[in-house]
Every structure is written in C-alpha cells, then in structure tokens.
C-alpha cells in the first residue's frame, strides 16, 4: 500500500542508521571540536538491535518502500554488520545497499557480499593525502579507502559509486584528478554538495561549489551530456561522458533543491524516524516495540507519520534556517 503525503510523495526509499559512532572526524560532519573524547555517543541499549531494525524495515516495505540505504556514523563499525545485512537481504522486492567510508571495507567486502549485498556506496573526497587526510581529520590515508573499493569490486559488488563532497577552498582541486580515475575504474563518481546538515560544521553559502561549475569544469576536459534519471525521485542528476566510458553524477541539493519529488525516510541509530534530513525532531519507533506495540500499531504510526508530512527544507533554506536547530548527519546518516 502507497503512502502519500501533503505534498502528494510517496514514501519509497529509507535510510537507516545502524550507529553514530564513527573512526573518521570529517570536518563536514564530525568535527573534533564537537566530537571530541567527551562526547556522549549513544549506549548499546539505545541502539536498535538487528532483529528491532529488521522488524521496521519490513513494515516500511510493506508500506512501498522499495530501497533501503544503511548509513551511520561509519556501519561498519557496528559489531557483526554483516549479520544485518544477511537478515535484510531475505526482503523480497527491496534494493539493499549501504553507504560506508571505506575505511574497514578491504576486510569486510567478502562477507558483506556473501550476506547477499548486491551494490555498495564508498566515500571518499581527494587522492591526495594531505587533502583527504585534512578532511578526515583522523590521518587516514587514500590508499586504504582504494584497497577497500578495490575488495568489493574484486569479490562483485557492482556497481560501486564513489560520494564525493565538495568544500570551496578544501578539495575543489580534486575534482578533476578523482574524475580522471574512477572514470578509468569505471566506478559512477557523485559530487555531493557540502550542505547545512547539522548545527556544528559552521556551513555558509560560499563553501558550497555549486553542481553546475562542477560539470562545466569536468565537461570542458572530459565532455559530458545529461542522462534521464533511473527513476522518480533520484537525487543525483545523471551525465555519461560522450566517449561512452561511464557517468557520474551531481548531487545538487542546495543549489538546485529536489524536495518536489523526495520520497525518503530516515531511521536514527536509536530509532526515531526523521521525515526530513533537516529535521528538528523525530519520531520514536523503539520505545513503542519495547513497549509491546504490535505490527499494526507500529505500521499505523509510519502511516500517521507520512501522511502528514510537509517538509521541503531545501527550497525554503535560507540565510535565516541555516541557523535552526537540526539533527546532526552522523545521527541520521545522511
Ligand atoms: N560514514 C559513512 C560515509 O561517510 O560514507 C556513512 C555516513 S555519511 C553521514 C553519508 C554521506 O553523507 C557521506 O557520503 C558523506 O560524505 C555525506 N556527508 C556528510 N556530511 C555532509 C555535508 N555536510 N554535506 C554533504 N554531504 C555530507
Ligand atoms: Fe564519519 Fe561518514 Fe560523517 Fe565522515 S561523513 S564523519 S566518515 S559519518
Ligand atoms: Fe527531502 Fe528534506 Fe532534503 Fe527536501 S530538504 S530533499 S524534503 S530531505
């Protein structure tokens, strides 16, 4: 059964949090000042257990969710992960995949893929080491998320795309030589837009490098033409490079906001559902299981929750809600 909201969206495609905790410090998303050693990540007891995730990733399907993305903080991280993936992937009808930094990747790609991942997501923002390292703030080196990709290709995990974020004045020099590569790998590179996320990353306007000069700088030296989209609702604009050797994609959400067609929902770590990567508060799931709420009650609740939803945060932002209190990124896993 579909479910629609205000905005006549349906609800197709969940992110869930499997952790908030993370090995890298991004300063896009973790920034050590904040998530320094007396920072409070969440107990295990306020974790959602597998079987609880499990549980409401069969009521969303049941409700048209058609993709699950598993995200954090780092999922690899979470203790025995491929078990979670062994217990999702027996959901019939469901595109599973998963978002990681790559950094415990080499290790873990042959049983994420024997636990039945099909496709899986690398992040990963320079080949330069003094760039990657200053963005992951935590001295770890590119040759490790390679190693990594390199694994999940190696053992069939296809296709790979790569996220890369872009940040004016950071890493803008790595857009074209991480271009050069991955299109010689034949991985699907994405630019991502540095966003808002969050209340501690200190975003303004002017660090964002807008999608549009991305494709121009990468079409004057490679040249590239736009792709439909693989269906409603993509977040990333598609382009092929004429020469026919792949695509990449431009995840433009605050230059060019897609809130019309955004079908997404996102679980946090320790349960709450989010309508909105913007969002202030969420909704509990995980108290109503350990309370004893039913299948039917937790599948009315998503109901309620959908279909009163309204959120377009991208297309109202504005100088005046980058200042709003938001839910941290590493919590809802972006
Ligand atoms: N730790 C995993 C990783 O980095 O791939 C998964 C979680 S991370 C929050 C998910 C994605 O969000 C990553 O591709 C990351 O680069 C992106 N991200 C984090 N902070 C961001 C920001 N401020 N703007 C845009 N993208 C961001
Ligand atoms: Fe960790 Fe991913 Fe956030 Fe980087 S972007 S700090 S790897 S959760
Ligand atoms: Fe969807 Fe909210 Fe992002 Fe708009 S701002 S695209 S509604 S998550």
């Not at 795309?161 to 940040?167: D, P, S, T």
């Not at 599948?299 to 209190?325: C, F, M, Q």
Request: hydrophobic content about 40%.
């Amino acid at each position: 059964m579909t479910l629609i909201d205000t905005l006549n969206r349906p609800l197709r495609d969940l992110r869930i949090s499997v952790t908030d905790r993370c090995n890298f410090r991004c300063v896009y998303c973790m920034p050590k000042e904040i998530f320094g050693p007396d920072y409070q990540f969440l107990r295990r007891d306020q974790i959602l257990t597998f079987e609880e995730i499990e549980r409401l990733a069969r009521i969303f399907v049941s409700h048209g969710v058609r993709k699950i993305r598993l995200t954090g903080g780092e999922p690899l991280v979470r203790r025995d992960f491929p078990q979670l993936i062994s217990m999702l992937s027996t959901i019939p009808d469901l595109d599973l995949t998963l978002t990681t930094n790559g950094a415990l990747l080499a290790r873990q790609a042959r049983a994420l893929k024997d636990a039945g991942l099909k496709r899986i997501t690398v992040s990963l923002d320079s080949l330069d080491n003094k760039i990657f390292k200053s963005m992951n703030d935590v001295d770890f080196a590119v040759e490790s998320v390679l190693e990594g990709i390199e694994a999940a290709a190696s053992v069939g995990l296809s296709p790979i795309k790569v996220n890369m974020v872009v940040k004016r004045g950071l890493n803008e020099e790595s857009i074209l030589p991480m271009a050069r590569f991955f299109k010689e790998k034949g991985h699907i590179l994405r630019f991502i837009e540095y966003m808002d996320v969050g209340h501690s990353n200190g975003w303004r306007m002017d660090d964002v490098v807008p999608a549009a000069e991305i494709i121009k700088m990468i079409n004057a030296e490679m040249p590239v033409e736009p792709l439909d989209p693989n269906y409603r609702g993509e977040v990333a604009e598609r382009w092929r490079y004429k020469d026919g050797q792949g695509e990449i994609g431009v995840i433009a959400s605050v230059t060019q906001a897609f809130c019309s067609t955004c079908n997404r929902a996102r679980l946090s770590a320790e349960g709450s559902l989010y309508t909105c990567l913007f969002a202030v508060k969420g909704h509990d799931f995980r108290d109503m299981m350990r309370n004893g709420a039913t299948d039917e009650e937790l599948s009315n609740e998503v109901a309620r929750i959908w279909g009163k939803r309204g959120d377009r945060y991208s297309e109202l932002r504005s100088e005046n809600t980058v200042s709003l209190p938001k839910v941290e990124m590493s919590h809802i896993g972006g």
